[in-house]
């Protein structure tokens, strides 16, 4: 986790701005204000609006740097999952790139329908199932027929 000094907080942030500073989902977050482990946000009189103060801000990093809670009982905090942008740029740079960018964007679509595929693999099943090309043909069809092919383990 960032760690975050007071120098490097705002004055005031809105509870989203807390939610991805902690990163918590928004409802893990709402939950634990409920349990009393985070405190709750204030309230602006004028707008009404939530947000947390530069106290609350601290209480709140404190909170999840200690896992001890606001109201003092323990809590254990996961570490974050990987966003999706993060995972397939991990996926794609240990994968080997072609020359044909139709063959990586063949080898990703496998791969996001659960394919364990790499561009050697997709380029040699296309010259068998298409060994007269397939520039006239449907990719939708040949996704599908990729995937048939390696589903039956060919």
């Known amino acids: 986790m960032k760690r ?3 120098t490097n907080l705002k004055p005031a942030c809105s509870v989203i701005e807390m939610i991805r500073t902690l990163e918590l989902s928004p409802t893990r977050f709402y ?3 409920e349990r009393g482990i985070f405190p709750s946000p204030i ?3 004028r707008t009404k609006r939530p947000f947390y103060n530069v106290e609350l801000q601290q209480v709140c990093l404190e909170v999840k740097e200690s896992n001890i809670g606001f ?3 323990y809590i254990l905090f996961y570490s974050p999952r990987k966003s999706k942008q993060e995972s397939n740029s ?5 994968k ?3 020359q ?7 080898a990703e679509t496998l791969g996001r329908m659960g394919l364990s595929v790499d561009v050697v693999k997709v380029d040699s099943a296309i010259k068998k199932l298409y060994p007269d090309g397939i ?3 449907d990719h939708g069809i040949i996704v599908r027929d990729l995937f048939r092919f390696f589903k039956n383990g060919v």
């Open 4 to 6: 975050t000094t007071t």
């Open 31 to 33: 939950q634990l204000i």
């Open 43 to 45: 309230y602006d009189l």
């Open 71 to 73: 109201n003092g009982q």
């Open 90 to 94: 991990v996926k794609s740079s240990s």
């Open 96 to 98: 080997s790139k072609s």
């Open 100 to 106: 044909n960018p139709l063959l990586d964007e063949f």
């Open 135 to 137: 520039e006239s043909k």
